[in-house]
Structure formats: C-alpha cells, structure tokens
C-alpha cells in the first residue's frame, strides 16, 4: 500500500498490496420482509436471522476477515411494537447460550456496543459474561451493536470528555479525532474497511457514523435470514475492485503530476 493510500488514524493498516478489508461491519437487515414474504411471523424472521449470523460468524474467518461488527438492535427499534422489542431483546440470549462455548473455544473475542442503559439487568449480565469470558481472545473479533446508535454513541463521547473538562482534568484543546475515537464504543477495533447492508436499503441509518469515514459502502440484494459465505464473498469481491484512496489522488496522477 502507497504512503499516499494510508487512512488517517486508521488502526492495524491492511497487508501489503492486499485488498482484503481487515474489518467488516453488516447491517443486518430485511428479517421482517423475510418473514412476511412465507406468511410467518416477524418474530420468525428475527430467529432466522441469527442462524444467518452464525453462518457468517463462521465465513468470516475462513475468508481472512478478523473484525466483524454486526448492527443488531438501534437505538431507534425501541420504537417497534413492545412485542416485537421482546423478541428482540430475547436474540442475544439465544445466540450466546448456543454459540459462546464454541466462539470462545474458537478464540473469538465478543463485545456488546452500545448502551446499557434500558436492556434488563438479565441481559447486562449475560452480556457481560459473554465480554468476561472471551476477553482473552484474539483470533477473530465479533462486536454486536445492540441499542446502539452512531448519534448516541458521539454524544455519550463529547458527554463524557465535557466531564473531564468540567472535572479540570482536561482542556477543550485537547480535544482531538483521536481522542475522540477513543471514547466511542469502538474504541480499540480498527475502522470498518467495508459495511455491508442487505435488503437492497442503501443507508447507514446511524450505524458506525464516525467509523465509516473512509469505509467502502456495498448494499446487496438478499434479505439477512438468507446471508452466508456466498454473499459474503460477493461483497468482498465488489470491496476488491473498489479504488480506495483515503482523499488523495490514484497512484498513476501521482506520477503523471512528477
Ligand atoms: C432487521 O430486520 C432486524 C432489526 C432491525 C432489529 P428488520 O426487522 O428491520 O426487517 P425489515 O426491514 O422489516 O424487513
Ligand atoms: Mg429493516
């Protein structure tokens, strides 16, 4: 990769000449569609949707992809019928008592981003149990936002650095994107290179805001409940052919320039 290429304060850089994205973030999206399309209940489609995460929880690594960021919960779903919030609610449940023994094992290291504040103290816990217990590993990194929102996540950051200033332990000049960077819930993940959105919706809709920077956008067609390696792997292709040059110019203008 050219010195031109680097991405400001963008963690681990990407191998050599490689255009491999290091971190993959999914909104993962279309579970209702999905579920109405067989006459089910949304609820279904939401439980089809985390066997469709563990289906790319299990493709990712095998494709060379070491940070994985799933949108799983906004912080804008409290909004959904009350039901509908339950199921959710109940998800992280069923993915960690079926799958934490085996990611951990696998040496997958699970953080929940977002805020605590509204999930019930029973999940807090299983959430932190699931932090705990994979807080060692290092093989492959899975973040699940759940009730988290971009927005939220900036203001919870600014909140906390007008505390340190308040507290005169910090000056507003210190205040840079770094330090900032480290007050988000990512703080420690390197920035998504890709950001996949299913279900043919072509938004961000508040997930990562400050992390996608310089992250490549691919929107495919195909509802999340029936995401897997294929479709990974078609995202990784398009992200392949992508031109990523970070707000400077193509290495032959360079030249052309002399
Ligand atoms: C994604 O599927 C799950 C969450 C956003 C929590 P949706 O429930 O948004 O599915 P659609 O968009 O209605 O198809
Ligand atoms: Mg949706």
Known sequence: MAASEKPPSAGAPLPEG?????HVAVVMDGNGRWAKQRGLPRSLGHRAGVEALKRTVEAAPRLNIR???VFGFSTENWSRPAAEVAELMALPKRYFESDIARLDREGVRVRVIGRREGLSS???RLV???QARTARNDRFHLNIAFNYGGQADITDAARR???????GRRAPEDLDEAMLGGLLATAGSPPPDLIVRPSGEQRLSNFLLWEAAYAELVFQDVLWPDYGEEHLRAALAEFAARDRRYGAIAADNVLAAG
């Open 18 to 22: 490689s255009p491999h994205p290091l």
């Open 67 to 69: 940070w994985l960021t």
């Open 122 to 124: 029973d999940l807090v």
């Open 128 to 130: 932190e149990d699931a």
């Open 161 to 167: 650095f007008a505390e340190e200033v308040a507290a």
